[in-house]
């Protein structure tokens, strides 16, 4: 679970099934795509759901004060925030 | 009987566990899926009732139905369904109750920083110690939140465990739990159904 790759794909899966992207419009994430703000579907509980299941896929602990609007501003955020976490 | 996930997942999966239950009355099984106290139509208020509650009201529905009981349990609805008598149990993807609880409260804190206030995990965990907590429009009392902190599936005989995916202890299909519109996947309600009534068979109850 450590390759770049490998959590690409696990992020992109995780957001298809908490915001119902299907496999079509996950695929197409970008760098730049806008989440939260963007996709109507990303409201605070999907955001709360989007970390639990984070935790879960990737094998992290994400701490509260971790959290700031940025993580969520773009897919490519989200992404590097996770990687990150991974590396320790 | 079908026990259905807690709090919002119950919402975002009742449409597909509903399709499930036909096609298993198609193929000739009674379906019942009970509302917990406090949740959809239940008249309780949500604050007045906790996991034990829960677990005594579901084993008080399943003491009245006639006839070798198959508990099918989703999610949280595992952490529930141990203290009702069955002929056997089937769990589809059960979690811990601390992480749904982890879920609702980072859904408040969310929230409250939309809506500029500051809390965190750490002072509502405090604040509910004393008093119900709004979480995602759900009020929970201290002790069910209490009782979700620490609350596991625990053990049930003969029981089968799926997950969702592939393979011989999975059904396919996609959490819709987990959704924020709700969605409904016939393919996985079909799926259900199925494993539910070969389980059945292997039990030597159909």
Same mark, same amino acid.
């Not at chain 2, 804190?109 to 429009?137: F, H, I, K, Y």
């Given at each position: 679970?450590?390759?770049?790759?490998?959590?690409?794909?696990?992020? /992109?899966?995780?957001? !298809?099934?908490?915001?119902?992207?299907?496999?079509? /419009?996950?695929?197409?994430?970008?760098?730049?795509?806008?989440?939260?703000?963007?996709?109507?579907?990303?409201?605070?509980?999907?955001?709360?759901?989007?970390?639990?299941?984070?935790?879960? /896929?990737?094998?992290?602990?994400?701490?509260?004060?971790?959290?700031?609007?940025?993580?969520?501003?773009?897919?490519?955020?989200?992404? !590097?925030?996770?990687?990150?976490?991974? !590396?320790? | 009987? +079908?026990?259905?996930?807690?709090?919002? #997942?119950?919402?975002?999966?009742?449409? %597909?566990?509903?399709?499930?239950? &036909?096609?298993?009355?198609?193929?000739? +099984?009674?379906?019942? =899926?009970?509302?917990?106290?406090?949740?959809? #139509?239940?008249?309780?208020?949500?604050?007045?009732?906790?996991?034990?509650?829960?677990?005594?009201?579901?084993?008080?529905?399943?003491?009245?139905?006639?006839?070798?009981?198959?508990?099918?349990?989703?999610?949280?609805?595992?952490?529930?369904?141990?203290? @009702? *008598?069955?002929?056997?149990?089937?769990?589809?993807?059960?979690?811990?109750?601390?992480?749904?609880? &982890? %879920?609702?409260?980072?859904?408040?804190? @969310?929230?409250?920083?939309? $809506?500029? @206030?500051?809390?965190?995990? #750490?002072?509502? *965990?405090?604040?509910?110690?004393?008093?119900?907590? =709004?979480?995602?429009?759900? &009020?929970?009392?201290?002790?069910?939140? @209490? *009782?979700?902190?620490?609350?596991?599936?625990?053990? $049930?005989?003969?029981?089968?465990?799926?997950?969702?995916?592939?393979?011989?202890?999975?059904?396919?299909?996609?959490?819709?739990?987990?959704?924020? #519109?709700?969605?409904?996947?016939?393919?996985?309600?079909?799926?259900?159904? %199925?494993?539910? $009534?070969?389980?059945?068979?292997?039990?030597?109850?159909?």
């Amino acid at each position: 679970m450590t390759e770049p790759d490998t959590v690409d794909a696990t992020l /992109r899966a995780l957001l !298809a099934d908490v915001l119902g992207l299907g496999e079509d /419009r996950a695929a197409a994430l970008t760098q730049d795509s806008g989440l939260f703000g963007e996709l109507p579907e990303f409201d605070s509980m999907a955001v709360a759901t989007v970390l639990t299941e984070m935790e879960d /896929r990737l094998g992290i602990i994400i701490d509260d004060d971790e959290i700031d609007g940025e993580i969520f501003e773009s897919y490519g955020n989200l992404l !590097a925030f996770s990687l990150r976490k991974i !590396a320790g | 009987m +079908f026990v259905p996930p807690l709090f919002e #997942e119950a919402n975002r999966s009742r449409r %597909t566990l509903v399709v499930a239950m &036909r096609a298993l009355a198609a193929d000739g +099984f009674a379906a019942v =899926l009970p509302d917990l106290p406090g949740q959809n #139509e239940s008249l309780i208020p949500l604050d007045q009732v906790d996991l034990g509650i829960w677990q005594n009201a579901l084993a008080e529905t399943a003491a009245a139905i006639d006839g070798p009981l198959i508990i099918a349990s989703v999610r949280g609805g595992a952490l529930i369904d141990h203290r @009702a *008598q069955a002929a056997a149990w089937w769990r589809l993807a059960p979690v811990s109750g601390a992480s749904l609880l &982890r %879920t609702l409260m980072r859904a408040r804190v @969310a929230a409250d920083r939309e $809506a500029g @206030a500051t809390t965190s995990l #750490e002072s509502l *965990q405090a604040d509910a110690a004393t008093a119900p907590l =709004l979480l995602a429009g759900n &009020r929970l009392s201290p002790r069910m939140i @209490a *009782q979700l902190g620490s609350a596991e599936v625990q053990p $049930a005989a003969p029981l089968r465990t799926v997950t969702l995916g592939s393979g011989t202890d999975a059904v396919a299909g996609t959490p819709l739990w987990l959704r924020a #519109e709700p969605g409904e996947d016939a393919a996985m309600a079909a799926a259900i159904a %199925t494993d539910i $009534a070969a389980w059945s068979k292997t039990c030597g109850i159909s």
